[in-house]
């Protein structure tokens, strides 16, 4: 009967784990729909590829050697499919039915994957309509094979930086990837952006030139998806589902995503419309999003109250720092800089209000080591990459768009050929 019951916990546990990994993988989808709906319709085709193209690179490389550099597993995932069911048994009972998590390797190394891939789609948006298509699935290739990975085992795994402190030891605690997965996407968005340059047009000396994006109902289902999908990127990183208080702690973290991400848009919307005069629909979409990355930190000690504030902090916080980065000349047609990277550091910062086992200064000390990490190595191989085979499209194809350039193909020829 016991062995049943540890059966029943492990086969609940994958379960869940598997479920909303696939809830995240989906989130790859929201990413393509929300870029493909900010950019210019000329640029669509080529947007739509990096997208499907970086979660690929993101899942061959992690296998390879990103899944080893974070937890120290296997190389090339030899064993992971291996039961010793046996083995299984001794160890949860070691723990004691419902005090440790159960589940198949693989379905970790699945759940895992798929973050790799979120950290990669926030750097897509970023630099999109300008950015070489080949360079950008080359800085693929390092950011989830090495740069993501090392991070992930100073954080996650617990490792020391390079043997010289423990971030667990310090206070800090990013439970679904505030900074982990988020800021690390934008700190490696911004240095790839810093180093390529704003879009044509985008400012002149009369100041900022908005650029609208070919199709907000596309950007809209985007956000829908990606909202979607975060039940699984935050309720998956509770690791369990098979006791009384894991079952309570999953249902919680749903309840606190859903309600950040309805008080992100709402600040959002009132912030724009106080600012602007209007209700401005992208400001909306960035402001779900911002409530959304900034409870990823710590999405299951907080009250639902306490979530929705955290949430439309995040809201207020975007709109800002978008206008922000358009005062500094930093080019981000989707906002992704704003949405996951000053969110992100948000989310780290407000983990100790409900958290007393987090420190203010251990997750200072965390987002400066995810972020100086992140942005010094990527700044590193973006300069490499442009010194090698360039990063950016020449004026021309710019202005016709990369994706005749770089994909020889319209996503929507009937509008611009005249057939």
């Known amino acids: 009967m016991e062995n049943q019951i540890f059966e029943l916990q492990y086969a609940m546990d994958t379960f869940y784990f598997l479920v909303c990994g696939a809830l995240v993988m989906w989130m790859a989808a929201g990413f393509a729909m929300l870029e493909a709906g900010l950019v210019r319709s000329k640029n669509t085709t080529e947007i739509l590829t990096k997208n499907v193209a970086l979660f690929s690179i993101a899942c061959v490389m992690y296998m390879v050697c990103g899944y080893h550099l974070m937890y120290g597993g296997?190389?090339?995932?030899?064993?992971?499919?291996?039961?010793?069911?046996?083995?299984?048994?001794?160890?949860?009972?070691?723990?004691?039915?419902?005090?440790?998590s159960v589940y198949s390797g693989a379905s970790d190394f699945f759940f895992q994957v798929v973050f790799v891939a979120t950290a990669m789609s926030i750097v897509s948006g970023a630099v999109a309509e300008r950015m070489k298509l080949w360079a950008f699935l080359a800085f693929a290739v390092v950011m989830t094979g090495v740069i993501y990975p090392m991070e992930g085992s100073w954080t996650w795994n617990g490792a020391d930086v390079f043997g010289m402190y423990n971030l667990g030891d310090l206070g800090f605690s990013d439970f679904a990837g505030s900074g982990i997965v988020h800021m690390a996407g934008a700190a490696a968005a911004l240095a790839g952006v810093l180093l390529l340059g704003a879009r044509k047009g985008k400012y002149t000396a009369n100041g900022v030139n908005a650029i609208p994006g070919a199709n907000l109902p596309l950007a809209t289902l985007g956000t829908f998806i990606l909202w979607m999908g975060w039940f699984g990127f935050n309720g998956g990183s509770v690791l369990k589902l098979g006791d009384v208080a894991s079952a309570h702690s999953v249902a919680m973290v749903f309840l606190n995503t859903n309600a950040a991400a309805a008080g992100g848009s709402i600040a959002a919307l009132i912030t724009a419309r106080l600012?602007?005069?209007?209700?401005?629909?992208?400001?909306?979409?960035?402001?779900?999003?911002?409530?959304?990355?900034?409870?990823?930190?710590?999405?299951s000690t907080p009250t639902a109250l306490q979530a929705t504030l955290f949430g439309a902090i995040g809201g207020v916080l975007v709109v800002f720092a978008i206008i922000t980065l358009d005062k500094l000349r930093?080019?981000?047609?989707?906002?992704?800089i704003s949405v996951h990277g000053v969110c992100g550091l948000l989310g780290l910062l407000l983990v100790p209000v409900t958290n007393g086992d987090v420190s203010f200064s251990g997750q200072l000390?965390?987002?400066?080591?995810?972020?100086?990490?992140?942005?010094?190595?990527?700044?590193?191989?973006?300069?490499?990459?442009?010194?090698?085979?360039?990063?950016?499209?020449?004026e021309e194809e710019e202005y016709e768009g990369v994706d005749i350039a770089e994909c020889g193909m319209e996503a929507y020829p009937e509008f611009t050929n005249g057939k």
């Not at 100086?372 to 950016?392: C, E, H, N």
């Open 74 to 100: 296997d190389l090339f995932l030899s064993s992971i499919g291996d039961l010793d069911v046996d083995q299984v048994l001794a160890d949860s009972k070691e723990e004691g039915f419902g005090g440790g």
């Open 275 to 299: 600012l602007f005069g209007k209700a401005d629909l992208t400001m909306l979409l960035n402001g779900a999003l911002a409530g959304l990355v900034a409870i990823t930190a710590e999405p």
């Open 330 to 336: 930093i080019d981000d047609p989707v906002g992704a």
């Open 365 to 394: 000390i965390g987002a400066a080591t995810i972020f100086i990490w992140v942005f010094g190595t990527s700044l590193i191989v973006w300069a490499l990459i442009k010194a090698v085979m360039g990063i950016r499209v020449s």
